[in-house]
């Protein structure tokens, strides 16, 4: 990306629109149990605000940030779920307070960092945008969550965009980390943005084809619903295979959700 200045603007914005939604809440509001097992609201705005303090220390300290690796390497299975449940112990309005500090701290440090850099993470070393793009991604699908604890039905935008993208990118990934051989033809992706803007990646003449609402593409590869409940269609055997695995985030595979008619 020549110019990271959008994504790190769009960062911003989901961020607020974020907090727009968790700012008035009471108290008593912060314990209610999102659609992920055993978090709260207070779970999913604490692990944003721990992964923001790690990116700020990766952009800022590589040598911190290492200890920090070192720790999630010893303990991969926990390490995630440990970091959130410390923040949600926090009276609630600490808690909000750390993340729009963290937060802002990792905006000015992203749009200070030299053009070329690339910072160490949990995964490859990221560059600036890809950093924000990143982080992008979880506020929204973190917020996802808390939209659903509360009811809220929220309005997509093309912040999508870079959502999308990142889902997309990270089709070898989905792949590799199940152990399954990684396809080597490359994919069509044809999803449609909340503005309308068709947003295409991938050859135009591809035998695999993934094709849906960006929103719908957007919950699948967040993991944040299941594939029966979304109007997102795969052409080809792996793109199928691929819809059922998809994920944009690092990590070890998520177990994902349920159909909503799965229950009873």
């Known amino acids: 990306?020549?110019?990271?200045?959008?994504?790190?603007?769009?960062?911003?914005?989901?961020?607020?629109?974020?907090?727009r939604l968790v700012a008035g809440l009471g108290p008593g509001e912060w314990g209610r149990?999102?659609?992920?097992?055993?978090?709260?609201?207070?779970?999913?705005?604490?692990?944003?605000?721990?992964?923001d303090r790690s990116a700020l220390r990766a952009v800022t300290d590589s040598a911190g940030f290492r200890e920090l690796l070192d720790k999630a390497l010893a303990a991969p299975g926990s390490f995630v779920d440990e970091g959130a449940e410390e923040g949600?112990?926090?009276?609630?309005?600490?808690?909000?307070?750390?993340?729009?500090?963290?937060?802002?701290?990792?905006?000015?440090?992203?749009?200070?960092?030299?053009?070329?850099?690339?910072?160490?993470?949990?995964?490859?070393?990221?560059?600036?945008?890809?950093m924000a793009t990143g982080r992008l991604m979880e506020t929204w699908a973190h917020g996802q969550d808390v939209a659903d604890?509360?009811?809220?039905?929220?309005?997509?935008?093309?912040?999508?965009?870079?959502?999308?993208?990142?889902?997309?990118?990270?089709?070898?990934?989905?792949?590799?980390?199940?152990?399954?051989?990684?396809?080597?033809?490359?994919?069509?992706?044809?999803?449609?943005g909340p503005s309308g803007e068709l947003w295409t990646y991938g050859?135009?003449?591809?035998?695999?084809?993934?094709t849906g609402p960006a929103l719908d593409f957007c919950l699948l590869v967040t993991q944040r619903a299941h594939r029966a409940d979304l109007a997102v269609r795969a052409e080809g055997s792996d793109a199928d295979r691929w819809l059922d695995i998809a994920q944009a985030f690092a990590g070890p595979p998520g177990a994902g959700r349920a159909p909503q008619g799965a229950a009873g």
């Open 1 to 19: 990306m020549s110019d990271p200045t959008l994504v790190f603007d769009d960062l911003r914005a989901e961020s607020d629109e974020l907090d």
């Open 33 to 51: 149990p999102t659609p992920a097992p055993g978090w709260s609201i207070a779970h999913q705005i604490a692990h944003l605000a721990w992964t």
């Open 88 to 130: 949600a112990r926090l009276a609630p309005d600490m808690l909000l307070a750390r993340w729009r500090e963290g937060r802002a701290a990792l905006d000015r440090a992203l749009r200070a960092a030299p053009p070329g850099s690339r910072f160490p993470w949990y995964g490859p070393p990221m560059s600036a945008a890809s």
């Open 149 to 192: 604890a509360l009811g809220v039905v929220r309005t997509p935008t093309d912040r999508l965009k870079h959502v999308v993208r990142i889902g997309v990118r990270a089709r070898n990934f989905a792949f590799g980390v199940r152990g399954l051989p990684v396809p080597e033809e490359e994919f069509r992706v044809e999803v449609r």
């Open 203 to 210: 050859p135009e003449d591809a035998g695999q084809r993934v």
